[in-house]
Nanobody, 123 residues
């Protein structure tokens, strides 16, 4: 079992930056891939970014590429998402997730989820 706890959300003005972090507990295998998804009340859960736990390979949704950076600290078992140049459309609940098999953009392929954390971009 893996437990995930997100932290660091909040409110920021457009153009600002925010970092959200995910702390994992339990056994994290080298084969795992960690990801961030986001969801608004009217949309399905949307892929944001993912990182391969062992080698650090990353993947980003087109909507955030060049603005967001995903990183992991294997010793601390954390995954961070640094969000720059934030836009109002980035407003959502952000979820951390674990895929036990591979790097994927589909939410149903992820086995473990955090409880989510609100990010609001507004002036």
């Amino acid at each position: 079992q893996v437990q995930l706890v997100e932290s660091g959300g909040g409110m920021v003005e457009p153009g600002g930056s925010l970092r959200v972090s995910c702390a994992a507990s339990g056994r994290i295998e080298d084969s795992f891939h960690m990801a961030w998804f986001r969801q608004t009340p009217t949309n399905d859960r949307e892929f944001v970014a993912a990182i391969a736990w062992r080698v650090g390979y990353t993947d980003y949704a087109d909507a955030v590429k060049g603005r967001f950076t995903i990183s992991r600290d294997k010793d601390k078992k954390t995954v961070d998402l640094l969000m720059n140049s934030l836009k109002p459309e980035d407003t959502a609940v952000y979820y951390c997730a674990v895929n036990r098999i591979g790097l994927a953009r589909i939410a149903t392929e992820y086995s473990y989820w955090g409880q989510g954390i609100q990010v609001t971009v507004s002036s």
